[in-house]
């Protein structure tokens, strides 16, 4: 509450009011601004996992279309690696040649997307993505 001091009011006092509302909406607009930055990092990150997953899967279909056109023989991952890997060059930034395709079994195979991001400074530059897959092949004698 405002004393007056001989019917004056005292001066000044509007002036620092107002500067510490435009000081706090500052702090407020800082906030904001790196809980959007955030969010584009975090949506960046999300698209490369997308496109990485895309890959991963397509590398499934490939080893389906080869295990049909050896007529159930379980294909060779490198055979179809060197295509996959072709096929998706420049998709995702870096995309590293340990992105593989391994046979770890009877028909099954680890595929692995690894990819190089610089864009922002996160903790991790390499990522990658491990998707298993089995087919119902059998053994090449």
């Given amino acids: 509450m405002l ?3 001989g019917g004056k009011l005292p001066q000044g006092g509007s ?6 509302a435009l000081f706090v909406l ?3 607009l800082l906030g904001v601004a790196a809980m959007q930055l955030t969010a ?3 949506n960046h990150v999300a698209l490369q996992h997308s496109l990485a997953t895309i890959m991963a899967a397509d590398a499934n279909e490939r080893l389906w279309a080869a295990l049909g056109a050896a007529n159930g023989q379980c294909p060779s991952g490198s055979d179809v690696e060197r295509d ?3 096929h998706w060059a420049g998709s995702l930034p870096l995309v590293e040649q340990a992105s593989t395709i391994e046979k770890t079994g009877t028909c099954t195979y680890s595929i692995t997307v690894s990819w190089h991001d610089d864009r922002f400074d ?3 530059k390499t990522s990658s993505l491990s998707y298993p897959a089995r ?3 059998r053994h090449a004698r």
């Fill in 3 to 5: 004393v007056m001091n």
């Fill in 122 to 124: 996160l903790p991790r």
């Fill in 15 to 20: 002036l620092i009011e107002a500067l510490m």
């Fill in 40 to 42: 584009m990092q975090s």
């Fill in 26 to 28: 500052s702090v407020g």
């Fill in 84 to 86: 996959w890997l072709e």
């Fill in 135 to 137: 087919l119902p092949g």
